[in-house]
């Protein structure tokens, strides 16, 4: 089973090429970085773990920097967002950062990508949350569109993009695309529509949600098997081992946003599940 990072990296904590480094050395597999571009301070949205937000949320860095950074210090290490916040992004420039990023690494990038939580957030950049799963999907369709090998318009009702001449290209066609939110219908027909897999928060549940997930990505004619790679897990040997029964190939355990000594005992921690 392949073991990645994450990790709210913020001008305060380890530095992304030093992480990278350690992350490789010891054999871990990818490293996901999420994404807040800003937190207002007036807000209504709870926080999605409830209490006080953490310090560090308003403090991260742009994951598409960070993780050029960890890209160009490594030669094998994934890099991956978890999750960009697609609808707070122009999908043409965004296009562009993704594609560049995954050429310079040498095709070693996935997009993590969600609808978000913070409404005042989103609502600064001009998104209007009932509309943002729509607003979302067209995005992609408009980074598929810039990413075809031929140049390829897209029309959607919330963004679009005429035939264009757009390099570089990604080095293996659209890069793998994983969508994170909570288990139910209507997520599981949006990943069987246009994501390769499924990028839920933690492990608990996921039997049931994998049948789910397997008949929405059927019936939308999908080939093959959706991933699924469980995201911000604290590992343990049992929850390992019940996630690979399940046929997990992948899970992306949780670090504490902290400084070099404590990352890196936590990483000597979770290398013994390597």
């Known amino acids: 089973m392949r073991i990645s990072i994450t990790i709210l990296l913020t001008d305060e904590t380890i530095r992304p090429d030093r992480l990278a480094r350690e992350l490789e050395q010891r054999g871990f597999a990818g490293l996901y970085l999420p994404e807040h571009t800003h937190i207002p301070v007036s807000r209504d949205t709870p926080a999605p773990m409830g209490g006080p937000l953490p310090r560090e949320y308003g403090r991260t860095l742009d994951p598409f920097v960070a993780l050029g950074q960890a890209a160009v210090v490594t030669e094998r290490l994934t890099v991956a967002t978890g999750v960009a916040l697609l609808a707070q992004h122009d999908p043409i420039a965004l ?18 990508i969600g609808y978000g939580w913070n409404v005042e957030e989103a609502a600064d950049h001009g998104v209007e949350w ?3 799963r729509k607003l979302v999907r067209d995005r992609l369709r408009v980074m598929h569109a810039l990413w075809a090998e031929e140049p390829t318009a897209y029309e959607g009702r919330f963004a679009s993009v005429r035939a264009s001449l757009a390099h570089p290209k990604p080095v293996k066609g659209a890069p793998r695309t994983l969508l994170g939110g909570a288990a139910g219908a209507r997520l599981f027909a949006s990943v069987a529509e246009f994501a390769d897999g499924w990028l839920p928060i933690g492990g608990s549940g996921l039997a049931e949600s ?3 997930l397997r008949r929405a990505w059927a019936a939308a004619g999908r080939d093959g098997e959706p991933v699924v790679v469980p995201y911000a897990v604290q590992p343990s040997a049992g929850k390992l081992a019940r996630l690979r029964d399940l046929g997990v190939s992948e899970v992306v355990a949780g670090v504490p946003s902290a400084g070099e000594a404590e990352v890196l005992r936590t990483l000597d921690e979770y290398a013994q599940y390597l």
Request: aromatic letters at 8%.
């Open 95 to 112: 296009a562009k950062q993704v594609a560049t990023l995954d050429f310079l690494s040498g095709g070693r990038f996935t997009l993590g």
């Open 130 to 132: 009932s509309t943002r």
């Open 210 to 212: 994998l049948e789910a």
